[in-house]
């Protein structure tokens, strides 16, 4: 089913329990990013993802990558403090050494064969394109649940930049504001947002797994599209999408169609920006954030590449910024009773927000 | 009834467990200065009081104060980052707008009228010379509670100059210290005590509501007043009077007579000096201390309150750093069994704190 | 009984939940040491034991040590920023004036004799060499409890050097450090490791109170006593052990033979370095840490000495930094499921995590 902003029967009102929140627990049985594939070497790095500390590293012949408990299980020494011997990482503290699969197979002083319950936990790593993604839950299930990976992050029919930021702030109310763009009208009012915006019609693509969220408003485009396309001044047609994929991965999408041009060949392909929104939630409140913005035009164009990813950073930082007062002030308050109202352009947030307590609630 | 310092039947052993101390609760009906007037503009401020953070603003014709709830209903983001649109204030996040009263009158996006359950909290003020009031608790009684404002806060009477200090500790700390005297010639021995003072007779007027301690000394008076007075060197007797009015507000009063004076003339009107202490909580270990010294000689010499504003603050920064340290060794000790003990000259201190205990039983 | 390494029966496993880990309560019938006799002088000052503020001074006649509670017993402002007045301080608050028992023997505006429940609590002390001991429990079992002082420590039989590390962990860890010298291969092989260590065989002389390791290893000896021994490049047999004492001292000795020495003189009183670890928790995550180095060769040369230290300071900063980044990673994964491993060289480690855990369990 497809909903339009006409449901305008959607609730004014407190949002429900049955919705996640910073404090509902994380959800262990999916992919999120952990690294750039290019910050993952011979020397190893640790990074904490839903509260565990991991280490990471590649081996010595495939180069592949290793992800373990940065934790020695004898006196609990970060490995990451240790050293690389060929495929093993070998603790800081006392020597014990790891394989890849996290079971230690030497302890010096020890003669006989370690018993095979002394290890730290592995967790399954892929590597796609740009990053590297790691399972955090249930081993068994790695396999049967998707990569949120999509194609586009990687092939040759793009133009790719990425960046890191760091939130201090709950990956659900990323996710939200992500879904949500309504508030590009407000928070982004001096960079990528335009007016139009909070009032434009919506458009939900709500079906089954699909939780899709679009708009479509005739303006003039904002700087970080209409300078790469030449259309300053030009009134155009912005689409713009929002997809939760996953716990993991948040989709946007952007398609532009210039509504003065008389040239009908330059319809032919629209131009179109897409943005991986990669979260990984690093403690309940506190967020990796990786983002990769990728376009199908000025393919090519390094100068265009620095231009757009650095004004998409200027409006993601305005998001950093909501994100972190709003911890600060859920932080101050805490034992203050509060009741959080949600309005009809919540609808897919709402959504958003009950799968992944859903999710949650499932692994408990 | 008047109580002298003869009444040495004054228990000296613990502190007797109906007594307020950092950890009871806060009193929400009664008033409290939130800012200084000019600080209350066009362009909205926040602050925390009582635990709630609570943004401020004038209204674009009357001026008056608005103080809201700093926190949209909707997804928590303070409001204090949004922008004023005459007298309404719109969230800087989703673009939601509240009126004066605090009811959200516009939802982007939301075609149908407001329910008028969305809303943040509003909170009373009133202005009254240097200071805004806020009224934290339960609005149907704002009206029959008395605003411990003064006259001589603000009349032609006096001359005056304030400060503002921020202390990392209990309010019921700073009443108490600003209650007993006693400390001056220990902790201020260096800046406005006198040795005297610890064993100065007191004078309790104690009776109702009335919980006022006077002490009389025979004296050099120090430099803040002698200075100022001409009556460096001169026999005195200072009068000190401090006077709990309400928990956001303590009066202290100095009087002054040159006993080396021949002419009579000069005792026409004794010099004094009146401090407002504005006491208001931040949160259970931090105040906003706000301090208004009025005084009725050297009237309209710049020089002389610059002076005596100074000296004066010198010796407050004494009690900063004693109630500070105070909140340390607490928070150090917090799981440390102690046993606080009261001395004679702590009895209006301990009856104040009956009195601020029994408030705050009152509101649960 | 001695055990030797081939008590290969050593389980290599969980380790129990009787032993003591950075959560269990302190030891208060025990001598830790308080501060360097050069420390404490007519100038009061203050520091956390066990959890306790302690304010330090000197009487003025026999310059004795005294240790009070560093919290006035009326309003809990720390004693040490009082003054001294011959051998009693005065309360920098109100004046409150405790005798060197840590009884209330004034207090202004009082003039009945004050209750002999006034006080605060007074601690014993012993001044023993470089170091003030101080005893935080039942001062009924102060004398039948030993003083760990030992004689080499003060004694003219050898040159001493020390030094003060605070250490962000539990003081149980660093005992545990101390006690098990396998991660001189690993922590400190670019310090005074030699890799022979971890797999050398280990000597337990574990009787009755005592705990003790030894370990002989033959190799060429690291710069910190080789330089000063010139035994640059020789081959020599390196006899390591430690010794934990109380819960406040651990003792560590190095006893070098030089094996290519044909000179049987040479061989007559072997070189002996003998470290005193004093070992003082602040609180349940930091450590007040001294380290007194003695050795009984090149005496009186003070460059030796300066060398020395600074090298073994180097070494023991390795430790100090592995020991905070465990209290960090304890801390971020608090809530998640732990089970620490302990293995063969753990044996004397685990008696004495247990032992503590006794003698904390004796104290409740």
Known sequence: MTLSASASHDPVGPSASDVADADTPF????????????????????????????????TEGTGEVVALQNRCCHRSFPLVHGRLEGDTIVCGYHGLRYDTSGRCIEIPMQKRKVPASVRVRAFPTVERGTFVWIFMGDKTLADSIALPHQEWMANDEWDRRFAYLYVKGSYVHLHENLLDLSHLSFLHANSFGTPEYARAPIEWKIEGDNLEVWRHVECRLPSIYAVPLGWVGAKALRSSGSKFVSPGLHVNTGIFRNLDATDD????????????????????????????????????????????????????????????????????????????????????????????????????
């Open 27 to 58: 959800i262990h049985n999916a992919w999120y990013v952990i690294a750039e594939s290019a910050e993952i070497t011979r020397t190893p790095i640790s990074r904490t993802v839903l509260g565990h500390s991991i280490v990471l590293f590649r």
């Open 265 to 364: 060949a330059s319809q032919g392909t629209l131009p179109m920006v897409k943005v991986a929104q990669l979260l990984t939630p690093e403690t309940s409140r506190s967020t990796h954030y990786w983002t990769l913005q990728a376009r199908n035009f000025a393919r090519g164009d390094a100068t265009v590449g620095d231009f757009m990813i650095e004004q998409q950073l200027a409006a993601f930082r305005e998001d950093v910024f909501a994100l972190e007062r709003i911890t600060e002030i859920q932080t101050l308050e805490a034992n203050l009773a509060f009741q959080e109202i949600s309005i009809p352009s919540d609808r897919a947030g709402i959504l958003m927000r009950r799968r992944l307590k859903e999710m949650a609630d499932r692994e408990r």
